[in-house]
């Protein structure tokens, strides 16, 4: 089973950034594709960004510019670099991970902007 751990979740105030790391029990090189993803309260789970094996990276419109998706591959590690937070980024935050149409989640960590 695979096991999605992250960390780098927080409180910070509007303008600010944060880090999200995922360190997934197996090789980031298994997957097809590694991303993040967020769920606003009342809202649905959207894609935030995601990176490919090959390395392509796709943002969501409303992330384009301020957020960034990367991996270190001596860490097997993926981040999200989250820049000039706004309040309508507060959400939880997933990592993914996609093996053949098998989809695996980490347990998710909150990010929460406000003043």
């Known amino acids: 089973q695979v096991q999605l751990v992250e960390s780098g979740g927080g409180l910070v105030q509007p303008g600010e950034s944060l880090r999200l790391s995922c360190a997934p029990s197996k090789s980031i090189f298994s997957f097809n594709t590694m991303g993040w993803y967020r769920q606003a309260p009342g809202k649905g789970r959207e894609l935030v960004a995601a990176i490919t094996i090959g390395g392509t990276m796709n943002y969501a419109d409303s992330v384009k510019g301020r957020f960034t998706i990367s991996r270190d591959n001596a860490k097997n590690t993926v981040f999200l670099q989250m820049n000039s937070l706004k309040p309508e980024d507060t959400a939880v935050y997933y990592c993914?991970?996609?093996?053949?149409?098998?989809?695996?989640w980490g347990q998710g960590t909150q990010v929460t902007v406000s003043s």
């Open positions: 993914n991970a996609n093996q053949r149409a098998i989809n695996y």
